[in-house]
């Protein structure tokens, strides 16, 4: 076995995956010679690690200035490959830049050049305005979800970054959607075409029509919310008020929801997708920002609560649900007084709610916070050692835990969590006291 060979397993080991999926081995094979590759895949196909093995296979362990830079067109995209990437477990310096979170941070963490630096288009370009990176070594180039860049205006600004390379050697753009041309700044000439857009399945989503009058689709929706019995759901409102509205309804009848919407603050948002994910709440209620770019495969139901403008963003609304060959549904609020959109195909089965209805679950999970993170030099393993000597938790009382920079939110069973608290307030974790409560 070549050292390569030994890499590949050892990372494929760490992320816990058996093998490569197809579109994994196809680009890992094209990415050995091409300069240019163009990735056309859905959602959930595996395309972010698809992407981060041949580059990390090209890094040089020795090297002292950035030498892959990965461009996502939002904060929560690029988290979620840094995710991925911390998860191969590679031991090379990974920073991600975004908005909404410290530059004062970022330009500490700068002072040691990462090996991969991963951003949004905007704060990379504030970066290198600052004069605080410098990519002029820069030899790969990834731009993920380069469709959703477009859309969102990000042109200039990929130019922009794109000047300040000086070595480049590879660009790799992964696309959910076909292109025909390309900027010319980004010297993409015949790419190497990964296309597995074609061998994506239809997702198994159930439509059901649900009928409402204006004056009762409050309690219509929470009705239909108790159905579901605790499993994930997203509700989709067109506007921030709506969803606050909804929330607030929903929680003053004893329903946990969550809301998540672009007039939040940057770090409510990323506490609400942690607590989201984690099962600390069944459902989350958003407006079309939550349609793209979130990586929870296990949602079961898709609610529109009220229907977007456009057919596109419908069709992102329910590609929510029914992920990674998994089944799911999808709820349209219909209202006989009002018009439907022109692209909306009404389904013949009417979900009908049960005549003795269900009372709203619990999660049996609720959310710790931790007042220390990476730059304390705090990881999973430690946090789950803490609260297995400290706590008395078994593996099984602990669920999905999210290390940022400078806090920690986990995931603990719900029963008894004044005790627990009781115990570990006092303790110190790594011989540091934090502060730890209730993540609000």
Same mark, same amino acid.
């Given at each position: 076995? !070549? ?10 080991? @760490?992320?816990?995956? /058996? ?39 090209? +890094? *040089? ?21 840094? *995710? ?9 310096? $990974? ?32 970066? #290198? ?5 410098? +990519? ?7 731009? =993920?979800?380069? *469709? &959703? ?64 009058? !204006? ?22 409102? !067109? ?34 997708? #942690? &607590? ?18 979130? =990586? ?38 219909? !209202? ?5 959109? *022109? ?9 009908? +709610? ?5 009372? /709203? $679950? ?16 705090? @990881? ?6 803490? +609260? ?6 078994? &593996? ?15 995931? $603990? ?28």
């Amino acid at each position: 076995m !070549n050292p390569t060979h030994d890499q590949i397993s050892t990372v494929l080991s @760490n992320i816990g995956f /058996p093998s490569l999926n197809a579109i994994q081995e196809e680009t890992l094979e094209k990415s050995r010679a091409a300069k240019n590759i163009l990735i056309l895949s859905q959602t959930g196909s595996g395309k972010t690690f698809a992407f981060l093995l041949p580059l990390f296979l090209n +890094l *040089d362990p020795n090297a002292k200035h950035i030498q892959a830079l990965i461009l996502a067109p939002s904060r929560e995209l690029a988290i979620q490959i840094e *995710d991925v990437w911390r998860s191969m477990r590679t031991n090379l310096k $990974v920073l991600t830049c975004y908005g909404g979170h410290s530059i004062s941070t970022e330009k500490k963490s700068l002072t040691e050049a990462p090996a991969v630096l991963i951003g949004t288009p905007g704060r990379i370009c504030d970066h #290198i305005s600052r004069g605080t990176i410098d +990519l002029s070594m820069v030899e790969q180039f990834v731009v =993920d979800e380069y *469709d &959703k860049c477009l859309e969102f205006g990000f042109d200039d600004q990929i130019s922009y970054i794109n000047e300040a390379f000086r070595c480049l050697e590879k660009v790799t753009l992964v696309s959910a959607t076909e292109h025909k041309e390309f900027p010319p700044y980004l010297d993409f000439d015949q790419p190497e075409i990964i296309n597995h857009l074609a061998f994506a399945e239809d997702p198994s989503i159930t439509f059901w029509k649900f009928p409402v009058r !204006n004056q009762n689709k409050f309690e219509r929706l929470f009705d239909l919310l108790c159905t579901f019995q605790g499993e994930l759901s997203i509700v989709f409102c !067109n506007f921030r008020e709506a969803t606050e509205s909804v929330c607030s309804y929903l929680q003053e009848n004893g329903y946990d929801a969550i809301v998540y919407h672009g007039g939040m603050e940057q770090d409510e948002r990323e506490r609400a997708l #942690i &607590k989201f994910r984690n099962g600390s709440f069944h459902t989350l209620i958003c407006t079309d920002l939550g349609s793209r770019g979130l =990586d929870i495969p296990e949602i079961q139901h898709v609610v529109h609560f009220q229907f977007p403008q456009s057919e596109e963003a419908f069709i992102h609304r329910n590609g929510r649900t029914a992920r990674m060959k998994a089944n799911g549904s999808s709820y349209l609020f219909l !209202n006989p007084d009002e018009r439907s959109p *022109d692209y909306l195909k009404v389904p013949r089965e009417e979900f009908k +709610l049960p005549r003795e209805m269900n009372a /709203p $679950v619990e999660s049996p999970w609720i959310t710790l916070y931790f007042s220390g993170g990476k730059k304390d030099k705090i @990881n999973k393993i430690d946090i789950v050692g803490f +609260l297995g000597q400290k706590g008395g938790l078994s &593996k099984e009382d602990i669920g999905l835990i999210t290390v940022q920079d400078f806090s920690s939110y986990v995931a $603990v069973k719900r029963k008894n969590i004044r005790d627990l608290l009781a115990k570990i307030r006092p303790e110190k974790i790594k011989g540091k006291k934090l502060k730890i409560d209730v993540s609000k």
